[in-house]
């Protein structure tokens, strides 16, 4: 008996709002969605930020380049940010609506969910809401990938080199989390136990919740007129 759909997502799956054409013009309701994926994505990063159980492995590497030069962490991430964004030149990713809202709208949400969640001090609790946090990121970056508006500068990293390789999102995802936490650590960046958490779960939520977004916003076309599914896994490459 095959398990496959319980597998996650190996790529960007198809929707009924993904967006067609220029990555700069779009409808409401695809852009309604874009902004619903990227306040939950800053909603997950609230969570791991208010659990304190240790930060994300790119914030690792801030910290590691702020021990070896003395430069602030806010600058190491935007440096991060630049140089990621020109390995996107060789992946062929190009920028959309959806790069310029990643910026914008992870920060406010960031900062304003941080100022109503709970705090927690019990290390159950403080699980719990790092283990939330990966699964709102992963449902978030399907919401907002599908809509094919461009991807944030680290996502962009993700859906270039699967496009490029050939290789799922989920294990593109780990490699890249796994590489950038060493390094970060090497460089002399703090890890705690949400970052391995992060680390070795971003892939997998990310798939599922690729898959989710593949289950829910399906195509009207991807069921003939008998009610019957014509395509079990209506996925393409973003």
Request: charged share 10%.
């Amino acid at each position: 008996m095959q398990l496959t759909w319980l597998a996650p997502s190996r790529t960007v799956v198809v929707t009924r709002w993904r967006n067609e054409g220029s990555r700069w013009r779009t409808n409401p309701q695809t852009f309604f969605v874009l902004l619903v994926g990227l306040w939950l994505f800053g909603t997950g990063e609230s969570l791991l930020v208010d659990a304190g159980l240790g930060v994300s492995p790119w914030t690792v590497l801030a910290q590691g380049i702020y021990e070896r030069t003395g430069m602030s962490i806010g600058w190491a991430t935007f440096v991060i940010s630049l140089v990621v964004l020109l390995a996107w030149i060789p992946l062929h990713e190009k920028l959309g609506l959806g790069t310029v809202s990643n910026a914008i709208f992870l920060a406010i949400a960031l900062q304003v969910m941080l100022g109503v969640l709970p705090h927690p001090h019990l290390f159950v609790l403080q699980l719990i809401e790092s283990v939330a946090g990966i699964a709102a990121i992963g449902l978030a970056s399907g919401l907002y990938l599908t809509t094919n508006l461009g991807p944030g500068p680290r996502d962009g990293m993700m859906t270039g080199l699967h496009t490029r390789t050939g290789i799922s999102v989920a294990r593109v995802r780990l490699a890249i989390e796994v590489c950038v936490l060493a390094i970060g650590w090497v460089l002399g960046g703090t890890i705690g136990l949400g970052t391995l958490l992060f680390a070795l779960f971003i892939g997998a939520s990310v798939g599922y919740g690729l898959k989710f977004c593949g289950w829910i916003g399906r195509p009207s076309n991807a069921i003939n007129s008998a009610g019957v599914m014509v395509d079990e896994h209506p996925e393409l490459e973003a």
